[in-house]
């Protein structure tokens, strides 16, 4: 069936650094991949998608490419901010069949001031 | 624009008893997906509803089980509960098919079993 494995957390990162979590899935078709974030006390919220190979997901100053090749999903950011504290999600739908996102386990970001 | 709204936010029951727990997706969202976020497992996919039919379900037990009412909210009934039931309940709905649009969460339902 399908999968996510992301990196687990938390990730803690000085103010201005680079971030990324990796993601990688297993899926057996062509499936749409995305990146929800949790901000303390929130729901789930859509930060950025792709919906077919090689496509670049970009939002908010984040970005993942697709890559078929390597079935993973990064999320990177140049230069993180405090206010980016918050858990990461992975997840994909395939385009058929069950059509609910698969979501991987979550990634906590804290960053410091 | 109102939210997902979810209610109870928080649910405390005995093991053995029945669960309610209540979604109202935003004006226009047919669709409404069931999570169960359980500490340190990510979300796990309950329920798809959709135009009031249930659609898929994922590797639960039958004694998860839902409806959706007549004006798309939803409903998801927990029997016999058990303290591994002890988890955040997060609803979702949508208007598009959800491999190219996003799903809109509510803040969830908190329940614990003890």
């Known amino acids: 069936g399908d999968s996510v494995t992301q990196m687990e957390g938390p990730v803690t990162l000085s103010e201005e650094a680079f971030l990324t979590i990796n993601c990688t899935y297993t899926a057996t078709g062509y499936p749409s991949l995305f990146w929800y974030v949790q901000y303390p006390g929130e729901g789930l919220q859509l930060l950025l998608k792709?919906?077919?190979?090689?496509d670049k997901g970009s939002n908010k100053g984040f970005e993942a490419t697709y890559r078929k090749e390597t079935t993973s999903f990064h999320l990177e950011k140049g230069s993180v901010q405090v206010s980016d504290s918050a858990v990461y999600f992975c997840?994909?739908?395939?385009?058929?069949?069950?059509?609910?996102?698969?979501f991987g386990s979550g990634t906590r970001l804290q960053v410091q001031p | 624009e109102a939210g997902v709204t979810q209610s109870p936010t928080h649910l405390i029951k005995t093991r053995g008893q029945q669960a309610t727990l209540r979604c109202s997706p935003i004006?226009?969202?047919?669709?409404v997906y069931w999570y169960q976020q359980a500490l340190g497992l990510g979300l796990q996919f309950l329920l798809w509803?959709?135009?009031?039919?249930?659609?898929n379900r994922g590797n639960f037990p039958p004694r998860f089980s839902g409806r959706q009412f007549p004006n798309y909210s939803s409903e998801l009934n927990v029997n016999a509960l058990e303290l591994e039931d002890s988890a955040l309940y997060l609803c979702?709905?949508?208007?598009?098919?959800?491999?190219?649009?996003?799903?809109?969460f509510g803040n969830g339902t908190r329940l614990t079993v003890t």
């Open positions: 997840a994909l739908s395939e385009k058929t069949g069950r059509r609910a996102l698969t």
């Open positions: 509803y959709d135009e009031g039919e249930e659609r």
């Open positions: 004006s226009g969202h047919t669709s």
């Open positions: 792709a919906t077919k190979a090689d």
């Open positions: 979702a709905g949508t208007g598009e098919e959800i491999y190219n649009s996003p799903l809109h």
